[in-house]
């Protein structure tokens, strides 16, 4: 399991996995104020506090490479460990431009790990490239979003698609389930977005 910052509604989710949790080091300052520590701590180092960069200095991986975020660098890490499938918490916290590119990298970690869910106070975001099938419940809220230009179909959504090509962000948004699954047909990197019952 990847996190960054804690919020309220994923902290059960960091307890039941509080054996297996990868940090990313400006995460593991907020961590700590939860009582939870990670197994490890990935990151260059720049957010993560003095006391607890001594602190947890037999978790902690320092990786200064610029050229990819502590995030990446925390799943790159899952990846080495074989993991299979991984859940990231916090990614969606304190900034908006960091929320934006940490969503847009998991059309990224497509090719690193099998299986990556994030989620969020809100939601859950999922990358896929090809026909797949989705849990869901009557009125569930469901965005759809494409980095490129790829053929939709969709069924069992209020606002069905047919090949049809999204060119903008918003243009698969604010859409909605009309039952208990739906299911979406592409051939190229697509971003969902499912909202939780209210």
Known sequence: ???SPVTLF???IL???QDKLVCCDGAANNLSNHHL???VIIGDGDSLSLDNQIKYQDKFIKLSDQN???LTK???FCQSQSVQSLIILGATGKREDHTIANIALLVNYLSI???VTMISDFGVFNAI???SSFESYSKQQVSLFSQSPTPITTTNLKYSSNKQNHIYWWQGSLNESLGDEFTIEVNNALIVYRAFRE
Do not use: E, W
């Open 15 to 17: 307890q039941y996995h």
């Open 74 to 76: 925390a799943v790159l």
């Open 129 to 131: 490239q090809l026909l």
């Open 10 to 12: 994923p902290k059960s």
């Open 68 to 70: 990819t975020n502590d």
């Open 113 to 115: 790990i099998d299986n």
């Open 37 to 39: 520590t990670a197994q």
């Open 1 to 3: 399991m990847v996190i």
